[in-house]
């Protein structure tokens, strides 16, 4: 089956700070790849995605790129923000219903 | 403006009652999910659907039940079989059913408490 594996967290880090999260997966086929943020108390937004190897994905600074020979979305941000402190998610989906299977997520605090 | 809203924001139930959690959406999607997201957990996909009046299990549908009358409407009724229904439950939609590469949006959850 599918199934992510994120780094734990928390990341504590200094605002300015360079930032990577890591993510790995386990799929059958080939999968889309996802990152979600999480902001205290709300839903989840997409941050980034990529859809086949070796695609970048990016925005707002992050960027993860997809890479199929070591199964893995590393998420990083040369420089950090408070404002980023939040849960950040990886995900991947297969197959013809778009299910999405979810890491467990690493919070992410930023301090000055 | 385009979303999806999910109601009530907090909801406090007694333990052996049905509760149904609101899910509308105005985006025109096609499909839409349900899903629990437990501390410490990642989210647990729980029911979807790719079509009006049809939708399928996920891993971990037991105790709970959904209708899709309606392309922007997928309410979820937690019953009193589920065993632990304190969690943050998560709505999404995405626009096109049976594609990997599509994009899914969530709501703002509803936080469900069972005393």
């Known amino acids: 089956g599918n199934s992510v594996t994120q780094m734990e967290g928390p990341v504590t880090l200094s605002e300015e700070a360079f930032l990577t999260i890591n993510c790995t997966y386990t799929a059958t086929g080939y999968p889309s790849l996802f990152w979600y943020v999480q902001y205290p108390g709300e839903g989840l937004q997409l941050l980034l995605k990529a859809t086949k190897a070796d695609d970048k994905g990016s925005n707002k600074g992050f960027e993860a790129t997809y890479r199929k020979e070591t199964t893995s979305f590393h998420l990083e941000k040369g420089s950090v923000q408070v404002s980023d402190s939040a849960v950040y998610f990886c995900a991947l989906a297969t197959g013809t219903a778009s299910k999405l299977t979810f890491g467990t997520g690493t919070r992410l605090q930023v301090t000055l | 403006d385009g979303g999806i809203t999910q109601s009530p924001k907090y909801l406090f139930r007694k333990e052996g009652q049905n509760v149904t959690l609101s899910c509308e959406q105005n985006l025109n999607h096609d499909a839409m999910y349900w899903y629990r997201q437990d501390p410490g957990q990642g989210l647990r996909l729980i029911y979807y659907?790719?079509?009006?009046?049809?939708?399928q299990k996920g891993d971990i549908a037991e105790g709970y039940s959904v209708s899709r009358e309606k392309k922007e409407s997928f309410p979820l009724t937690v019953t009193s079989a589920q065993k632990n229904p304190t969690a943050f439950y998560l709505c999404a939609s995405s626009i096109l059913a049976g594609s990997s590469t599509d994009t899914q949006y969530f709501g703002p959850g509803t936080r469900l408490t069972v005393l």
């Open positions: 659907s790719q079509i009006v009046n049809d939708f």
